[in-house]
């Protein structure tokens, strides 16, 4: 004999009874009612958030050229001093702003206010090639209709003034990456090589004030420049290369390696200011452990060991400036760095 229970006509009662009470007790909310905005009501608020939006697509163009003053006038006044490099940075950063954000917030604008704001549920359906190809066109067709973008000419042109100039200052900051014509294996070449030479006195930053060997004592620092950097023709970029830092030690804590027995001058030695990770400066020194600290990325090197890293994410160590003294007791360079300073953008042994 069987169990027919779970068969009863009493279960199934029971089991549609329960289904219309959690049919009755989560009834289907539906859409919400659609509420039209002002500009579905007024044509009149419709013009005034179309001549809203070309104004926002307009300050996007005036951001564009604003970017172009910056960067022809205000880059093109000689020898540019740091205030008005600041200057300069600052415009170009506001043009480069205004132009993406007028772009933006219009489109934003455009899409709250004037586009159509109906909510439409659509059934799931069966992929079929063709089908779904004339369904992408169909949609495409239906979008460019609902943007209103062919009956409202003010909006379509501002619009494709302010795309059409936006990407434009990027051109011209990827083509100062080969200024003056050069070839990458020129640039290459220019930044390998500093101002340092044989016989090039070591000077305070910034008085250019030469160092004599006796004004440096043990645990002191200085941030040097070669001698007659503040009279180049381009001083920024020649520091941005130069720039060391220079240190002295007891010579008896300092792990010398083949090679290098000369490059310092009784324990005073000089090295790149310029971290090997991205190319922050250098600024501290911690007597007591020998360490050079990097403040963006703390990138640590030990002085005791040729400035060898032993913290933090820079590649390898701090190039070296080889130094010697000259008749009247200044410091002076022996040559210039034997690698290139900053970060390794190309292989060190070349």
């Known amino acids: 004999m069987g169990d027919h229970s779970h068969g009863s006509p009493e279960n199934s009662g029971t089991v549609a009874k329960a289904d219309d009470v959690a049919q009755d007790r989560f009834p289907d909310p539906g859409l919400p009612p659609h509420r039209p905005r002002l500009a579905d009501r007024d044509p009149r608020a419709a013009k005034r958030h179309e001549r809203q939006v070309a104004l926002l697509f307009t300050i996007s163009i005036i951001g564009t050229l604003f970017f172009f003053v910056a960067y022809f006038v205000l880059g093109h006044l000689g020898d540019m001093t740091f205030a008005e490099l600041r200057v300069q940075n600052a415009a170009l950063g506001l043009g480069t702003a205004f132009a993406m954000l007028g772009i933006g917030v219009g489109i934003v604008h455009w899409a709250k206010t004037l586009m159509p704001d ?133 010579p008896q804590e300092m792990n010398i390696s083949e090679g290098r027995e000369d490059w310092n001058v009784d324990g005073i030695v000089a090295y790149s200011k310029i971290c090997t990770h991205v190319g922050c400066p250098i600024a501290l020194y911690e007597q007591h452990t020998h360490h050079l600290l990097c403040p963006c990325h703390q990138s640590t090197f030990d002085l005791a060991n040729e400035c060898k890293v032993v913290f933090g994410p820079a590649g390898h160590a701090l190039p070296q400036l080889p130094i010697t003294v000259d008749a009247e007791g200044y410091l002076v360079a022996q040559s210039d760095f034997h690698e290139p300073v900053g970060p390794a953008y190309w292989e060190r042994g070349q």
Request: cysteine-free; aromatic content about 4%; charged content about 30%.
């Open 118 to 250: 109906h909510e439409l549920v659509e059934s799931r359906h069966e992929i079929r090639t063709e089908a779904d190809r004339q369904d992408a066109v169909d949609i495409v067709d239906t979008i460019i209709d609902e943007s209103g973008i062919k009956r409202r000419p003010l909006i379509r042109n501002t619009l494709i003034g302010a795309i059409a100039l936006a990407p434009i200052p990027a051109i011209f900051m990827f083509r100062d990456l080969e200024r003056s014509g050069k070839t990458a294996g020129e640039m290459v070449e220019q930044l390998r090589h500093t101002m340092w030479d044989t016989g090039v006195r070591l000077t305070r930053d910034p008085s250019g004030t030469p160092i004599k060997a006796s004004d440096v004592q043990i645990g002191s620092a200085f941030h040097v420049i070669p001698e007659g950097l503040n009279e180049a023709e381009d001083v920024l970029n020649e520091k941005a290369k130069a720039v060391v830092l220079l240190m002295r030690m007891d």
